[in-house]
């Protein structure tokens, strides 16, 4: 169980229910309800998928080499360590993709039951059905080809933004109409991406040797930590409800992204004076941390105002 908990990546779960809970409270602000079933399935579609992609990335790392041309100075991955075999990666992965696949078809089922009107005028179902298999598709192709090509940071912020937290707001029957909800999305996609820039940050070196492009590669160490610094900065600014400022509850309510801002603030220090090493890890774990507060510090917003 151990082994399998190494190969899941618990702490970047964050990323994967902060946006759902970001959805939820930008869903329940616009309609006064909350709608438990669809809730709990992107909270549980949203979890597979992250795990399917950690789960990939751990089996197609092993296979190209990633992980032994080069010393792993980032958490273990199992397969390149041996505690886990190829063939049973595959089985896992086989086995949370099926299970992700029918998650995903209870929500195809619920979606129409929909009411509101959809994105570019599409029937609910099939807006819903084209993510789903973006969805299922995307994780493999953000290791084999996006992730190696400088495009990793557009999947996470699509992926790991824009996609759970509109769906998740859709799925509960809301107006698509809500310009904040897009703010809020892009903001968590952006947050998102700065664990994928720190990833990329503590491996560059060797992502060079074993020929991995990787924005971090391309733009260098200086740029990447203002990259890192931008990206959260800016998903705390798109989160505040501008529009409507003026309201002291929302004003009231948007210090509550200071507490995100002095952490990512505190962290891109520590990134900055750690440079180099295993010790980024830690840097990668406060990172999951903060998104998980900006998700958080987002929902009550929109819960208070």
């Known amino acids: 169980m151990n082994r399998w908990l190494l190969a899941i990546r618990p702490r970047t779960l964050t990323g994967a229910v902060a946006p759902v809970l970001v959805g939820l409270a930008a869903a329940h602000r616009a309609t006064g309800t909350l709608r438990p079933v669809p809730a709990l399935l992107c909270l549980l579609f949203a979890v597979l998928m992250q795990v399917n992609a950690n789960l990939f ?3 197609w790392d092993c296979r190209k080499g990633v992980d032994t041309d080069v010393p792993r100075i980032g958490p273990l991955r199992v397969c390149a360590a041996g505690l886990v075999s190829m063939r049973a990666m595959l089985a896992a992965i086989v086995f949370v993709t099926l299970l992700s696949a029918a998650v995903g078809l209870c929500l195809l089922w619920w979606s129409t039951t929909l009411t509101s009107p959809m994105p570019l005028g599409l029937p609910a179902p099939v807006l819903m ?11 493999a192709a953000y290791s084999t080809f996006f992730s190696r090509w400088a495009m990793g940071d557009i999947m996470v912020v699509v992926f790991f933004g824009l996609v759970p937290v509109v769906c998740t707001y859709l799925l509960q029957d809301a107006p698509s109409g809500n310009t ?67 309201d002291m509850r929302v004003l009231a309510a948007s210090v509550l992204l ?9 962290t891109f220090r520590k990134m900055v004076r750690i440079n180099n090493g295993s010790a980024l890890n830690y840097v990668l774990g406060d990172t999951a941390r903060n998104i998980l507060v900006l998700g958080i510090s987002v929902s009550v917003i929109s819960l208070l105002a």
């Open 57 to 59: 990335n751990d089996w």
């Open 180 to 246: 904040l909800m897009w703010n809020q999305s892009l903001a968590m996609g952006l947050a998102a991406d700065a664990l994928l820039v720190v990833n990329n940050y503590r491996d560059r070196h060797g992502d060079r040797f074993v020929g991995k492009h990787t924005l971090c590669t391309i733009i260098g160490t200086r740029a990447s930590e203002v990259l890192y610094f931008l990206l959260g900065t800016a998903a705390a600014v798109l989160c505040v409800d501008w529009w409507h400022i003026e």
């Open 258 to 266: 200071l507490t995100y801002l002095a952490l990512h603030n505190a």
């Open 129 to 139: 059905l084209c993510v789903g298999i973006c969805c299922l598709v995307g994780f």
